[in-house]
């Protein structure tokens, strides 16, 4: 069953290290995704991307924060300056498109443990 | 924000009754709604979902409730099993968005 994968597992940084945590959404989807989820709280998302631009993204998603497909497989998250409130697990999802039916649901990968020191 | 809202952060069950979650949200936009099952150090896994124009859906063992009047669904899982046992997590989002709003989680506990 395809899957969507995430690497690596667990990136520890210092505080304003650059960081850039890495996708590959499942392979005939066209819409990708970035979640967090600091520990104790709720997923919270981050930004969509579609088409090699983003679609939507909510206010955590600030200037320090960027994404990018670079080639035809991997879908990239970067931290420029990683904060300690960064710390979280940051989930990558992809859905093959948007519309409300079965093919739009969004599939989730393993998630990346950031922790920022 | 509570727009979508599980108020149960636990529940346990006995092995082979009904599980029941439950899930309310807020913002009359949502017509799209997930479940979604999550084990420590893992994503979430994809369950069950329901648009707003049905008010059930059934997938083997679980079935998802949509009372759109009250703003409400519910998962059932029949019968519990052990393996069942996780943070169940409702998500809802509107047709045109792209951008899931989580609730915050009920941890079930099958017990043998």
């Known amino acids: 069953e395809p899957e969507v994968t995430q690497t690596p597992s667990h990136q520890v940084t210092q505080m304003g290290q650059e960081v850039i945590l890495r996708c590959v959404p499942i392979s005939n989807h066209l819409y990708f995704y970035w979640y967090r989820q600091i520990l104790g709280q709720k997923v919270e998302f981050l930004v969509s991307?579609?088409?090699?631009?983003?679609?939507?993204k909510s206010e955590i998603f600030d200037d320090q924060f960027s994404v990018e497909r670079p080639d035809g497989s991997n879908f990239t998250l970067k931290i420029r300056s990683t904060k300690l409130e960064d710390s979280a697990m940051y989930f990558c999802?992809?859905?093959?498109?948007?519309?409300?039916?079965?093919?739009?649901?969004?599939?989730f990968g393993p998630g990346t443990r950031l922790t920022v020191l | 924000d509570q727009q979508v809202k599980q108020n149960s952060p636990s529940l346990s069950v006995q092995e082979g009754r009904i599980s029941i979650l439950n899930c309310d949200y807020t913002?009359?936009?949502?017509?799209?709604f997930l479940w979604y099952k999550k084990y420590p150090a893992e994503g979430p896994t994809f369950l069950i979902s329901i648009s707003s124009i049905k008010d059930k859906n059934e997938d083997g063992r679980f079935t998802v409730f949509l009372n759109k009047s009250a703003k409400h669904l519910s998962l059932h899982i029949v019968p519990s099993q052990p393996g069942d046992s996780a943070v169940y997590f409702c998500?809802?989002?509107?047709?045109?968005?792209?951008?899931?709003?989580f609730g915050s989680g009920t941890q079930l506990t099958v017990l043998p």
């Open positions: 991307f579609y088409n090699n631009e983003i679609s939507e």
């Open positions: 999802a992809s859905s093959e498109r948007v519309g409300g039916s079965s093919t739009d649901t969004q599939y």
């Open positions: 913002n009359s936009m949502f017509d799209y």
């Open positions: 998500a809802a989002t509107p047709v045109s968005a792209r951008q899931l709003t």
